[in-house]
Structure formats: structure tokens, C-alpha cells
């Protein structure tokens, strides 16, 4: 397990908090998902296997940007 902690584009309120914490609840592997759309961040704590290309995929289809 490792926690990460990646920079989201378009978190403004949080109502956009809750959609990408709701995206992530549907990978499978992670967990403790908190977003924060003062900072722009979402932390996480993801199972090894978990792909970082399967997470930006969940947030981008919930309608943000994962900063690069």
C-alpha cells in the first residue's frame, strides 16, 4: 500500500471534492481518498497493483484534469 497524492485541475467547490472522492471509490484497490479543492490535490491510499493511468482515467471521466 502507498499513499499518494496527485494534482487535480477544475476542484472549485465541494461538490467537485465528493465527485472525483465518488470516482475513486470505484477502483478497485483504493482507499482513504480525501480531495481538496483549495490545494487542487486528492490523496489516496492505493493497493500496489493499483495503476496511476486507472486512477487519472476515473478523474478525468468525472470531468477534471489530472495536472501533470
Known sequence: MERKTISVTGL???GCERNVENALKNVEGVSRIEA????DTVEFVA???VADDEVEAAIENAGYDVAA
Do not use: I, P, Q
Request: some cysteine; hydrophobic content about 0%.
Open 12 to 14: 472549485s467547490c465541494d
Open 47 to 49: 493497493e500496489d497493483d
Open 36 to 39: 481538496d479543492h483549495e490545494t
